[in-house]
């Protein structure tokens, strides 16, 4: 994934000549290749940074793009190129880890994709015939068989079967389903065969509305965010002037500048966008679904969780206890006969 991003190779070109440019300066004393090394640096990781601050000039926001902007130019023109070059890396380097945490978190998403089968078996005109799922359409009668995903939300029309539903519901243990009871897309058929009148296809269905929450989740903005938005509108302003008043007082042009560069609010800009699109990525790869970014800020101020229903928080697989035989048999032979009756069934009790 990392391969895929532009910001990997400009980091990676930059990183190359700031380090070209130490090794100049420092070991190989090649005075006029070192500096070289370091504008070139800045240029490569600079550049989207200057046009980051510019554009959000023009559309009168002011952003910390403007503060590193100023500190890098500054930097420039006194001839400290290198320091220039490495707070412009800093920066690249948090905008590229935030970016790969997203692409990590949305990976979230396709795992949920997986979920539903790519072709379905349907009758139509008295026959069987794969289609792919994209054809399905309400009405069809889709034959799902021991195994299988069910691709739609509808009502079993005959057969039975025990269905894992544990993907929507997080109930570990599979639900017997019947003629008329409601079936789910993305739920599994442990034992038996359904037909389903299909009700809701394609987004409409329990997965895609579940798949759009997660996508929606991350998307949104955590309140702590907006914080850092209006943090950095009055934040940039003001530490320009502080490094404005350094000046004035000390007459030193370097004080002003490292009042600029340390003044660069990086971590408290990076932090709270990386966290949450981790945390909210995590969360939907254990199976724990966070409908809001905001809502994780709620979380911290829990205290205690109350759970009203039974086998959500259980492992999901069943073991064998405790055996009690009746009168005349032994525990061995009670088990032996369980274990041969269910080996071929793929049901969670006759695994266990």
């Known amino acids: 994934k990392l391969l895929m991003l532009k910001e990997f190779y400009l980091t990676a070109a930059g990183a190359a000549l700031i380090g070209a440019s130490y090794l100049f300066a420092h070991v190989v004393h090649a005075h006029l290749l070192a500096p070289l090394c370091a504008v070139l640096a800045v240029l490569v990781l600079g550049g989207p ?26 930097a420039v023109l006194i001839g400290e190129y290198l320091s220039a070059a490495v707070v412009a890396l800093i920066m690249i380097v948090g905008s590229l880890l935030e970016k790969y945490t997203a692409q990590r978190a949305r990976s979230a998403i396709h795992a949920l ?4 089968p790519t072709d379905v078996c349907v009758v139509r005109d008295g026959h069987e015939q794969p289609i792919p799922q994209e054809e399905v359409v309400i009405g069809d009668a ?3 068989r021991p195994g299988e995903r069910i691709a739609v939300d509808g009502t079993v029309m005959r057969g039975s079967a025990s269905v894992n539903q544990a993907s929507l519901t997080g109930e570990s243990m ?7 009871d409601p079936v789910y897309a993305g739920t599994t058929i442990v034992t038996g065969m359904l037909c ?7 987004a409409d269905t329990s997965l895609g509305r579940l798949i759009r929450l997660v996508h929606d989740a991350e998307q949104s903005r955590a309140p702590i965010l907006r914080v850092a938005d209006r943090f950095a509108q009055y934040f940039t302003p003001a530490i320009i002037l502080l490094g404005v008043g350094v000046y004035a007082f000390t007459g ?6 490292t009042v600029l560069i340390v003044g660069c609010p990086c971590a408290f800009i990076l932090a709270a966008p990386t966290a949450v699109t981790a945390a909210l990525g995590n969360a939907a790869r254990n199976g ?4 809001a970014g905001a809502l994780l800020e709620e979380i911290g101020r829990i205290s205690a969780v109350v759970f009203d229903k039974t086998g959500t928080l259980t492992t999901g697989q069943p073991t064998v206890v405790r055996t009690v035989p009746a009168a005349g048999y032994t525990e061995h032979e009670v088990l032996s006969w369980a274990g ?5 069934s793929e049901h969670p009790v006759a695994q266990a």
């Open 340 to 344: 041969s009756a269910e080996t071929y």
């Open 252 to 257: 030193d042009i370097h004080r002003a500048i």
């Open 174 to 180: 599979p639900v017997e389903k019947h003629s008329g």
């Open 113 to 116: 994709l997986q979920l539903s």
């Open 196 to 202: 389903v009148s299909t009700q809701r296809v394609g």
């Open 288 to 291: 724990v679904l966070i409908k």
């Open 49 to 74: 940074i200057i046009w980051g601050a510019i554009t959000g000039l023009l559309a009168r926001k002011s952003n910390v793009d403007e503060l590193v902007s100023l500190a890098m130019l500054a």
């Open 142 to 144: 889709v034959i799902v």
